[in-house]
Structures are given as structure tokens and as C-alpha cells.
């Protein structure tokens, strides 16, 4: 590897990196996951990836990674005023206009970073959106028929009914008309997919709140997709 580069380039190399491969930092590398920025040092400096065949996957996720970079390197500089440690290093170091061999750690660590913040930035707005919108639906023991959009699926913990393990998940709805927020637990492993539309029959078993966004819990669920998604 080069002794310095620009912080642009590693960042556009690690945008290209991290699609092709995902993310891997140094704490959980092992001898089957390379870490990203010994990807990204080897891939500036020509070295032999872990995987050569990648090396042209990542030379076309290079070609379409400029406007991702670009929105790292912003978020990289805005840290200055951030505050954190951490935010403070990757803003110094962007303004240096260089990355020595000693800080592709934490300069590739800004992609996984990035995308960590504009996740979590997303959800607050949807949570916001969803706190406006939704209202408790129903009275206890209602049979409800709604079509709703599956916007999660979370598994949960094991559950062991005898000789018999299951996984139930948490699976919350959306309603397609009203933006009413849906929860169920459901303790078959016949869920729908997240992304989906379907129509659920369920009855509904209390009324619950979650940070700020009014929910309604149902049991004893029955759904099947529609085909509305796809309009």
C-alpha cells in the first residue's frame, strides 16, 4: 500500500467493498472474514484480495459508489461540530487530506457508520410519522379483518413446548388506508415476508403504546398476501 491516500478514494473503495461484501470489522475478523480495511488497503495498493475474484465486482460497485462517498465524506466533515470522539477524529482526519497506513481502520469504519446513522434517522422519521397517524383499533376480544403492510418481522427468543422448539416472531402491520400500527406474536413460523401487503383476520387482545406510537396487539391471526402490493 501507498504510504498515504485521499480520504475520498479510500471512502469510495470502501462504499465498493462493503457492497460487494459487507461490512467486517477488526474485532470480529476471523480466518474466514477478512476485515474491510485490509479489503480496502489491499484493493488501493493492488495487493491480492482474500477472495481475488472479487477484485472486478468491486471495480464496478467502484464505478457506481461516487454518490455514496460523497455523502460519507459530507457526513464525515459535519462531524466537527458533532462532538463525539470519534466523529471528531473522521472530521480531522477528511480535512487532512490524507489516510496513512494507521488510520484505514477508522477511515472504512465511516461507511458502516454512515449507514448506521441514516438507518436510525429513518426510523425515528417513521416512528414520528406513525406517531401522528396511528390510533387504537377495536375492543378487546374484536375480531378485526384489516390489509396492512408487513413492516417487520422480528424473531424472538426460543420457545420449548415439550419435545417440540419453536422461534416465535414479532411481526408488526401497518394498515394501508389509516397508517394504524398492528402487532402480533406469533408463535408459528408461518409468517408473511416483510415488504409485503397482506390481509389479516386477527382479535384484538390489548391496546399498547410504544415510544409515543399507539398500538394495537391482536391474536389469533390469520393472513394471506394480496395482491395490492404490486399495484
Not at 71 to 94: E, I, P
Not at 134 to 160: C, N, Q, Y
Request: glycine content about 6%; charged content about 25%.
Amino acid at each position: 500500500m501507498t504510504a498515504t491516500l485521499r480520504p475520498l478514494d479510500v471512502v469510495r473503495a470502501t462504499v465498493a467493498v462493503v457492497a460487494v461484501r459487507g461490512y467486517q470489522p477488526i474485532r470480529c475478523a476471523d480466518e474466514a472474514q477478512v476485515p474491510t480495511s485490509w479489503e480496502v488497503a489491499n484493493y488501493l495498493s493492488g495487493a491480492e484480495l482474500s477472495c481475488p475474484e472479487d477484485r472486478e465486482r468491486i471495480d464496478a460497485a467502484v464505478a457506481g459508489a461516487a454518490d455514496t462517498a460523497a455523502a460519507v465524506y459530507a457526513w464525515c466533515v459535519a462531524g466537527a461540530s458533532n462532538g463525539t470522539r470519534y466523529r471528531t477524529k473522521l472530521a480531522r482526519l477528511v480535512k487532512s487530506g490524507r489516510v496513512q497506513p494507521r488510520d484505514m481502520n477508522v477511515m472504512a469504519s465511516a461507511v458502516a457508520a454512515w449507514h448506521s446513522e441514516k438507518r436510525r434517522m429513518e426510523i425515528e422519521a417513521e416512528q414520528a410519522v406513525d406517531a401522528r397517524r396511528s390510533r387504537h383499533r377495536g375492543r378487546i376480544g374484536e375480531r378485526l379483518v384489516i390489509t396492512a403492510e408487513v413492516v417487520a418481522v422480528i424473531p424472538l427468543a426460543h420457545r420449548h413446548y415439550g419435545t417440540v422448539t419453536r422461534r416465535p416472531a414479532l411481526v408488526k402491520f401497518r394498515e394501508k388506508k389509516s397508517g394504524h400500527i398492528f402487532i402480533w406474536q406469533a408463535t408459528t413460523e408461518r409468517v408473511p415476508e416483510s415488504g409485503t401487503t397482506v390481509e389479516v383476520a386477527g382479535t384484538v387482545k390489548s391496546h399498547t403504546r410504544y415510544r409515543g406510537v399507539a398500538q394495537t396487539k391482536l391474536t389469533y391471526c390469520l393472513w394471506s398476501v394480496t395482491d395490492l402490493g404490486l399495484s
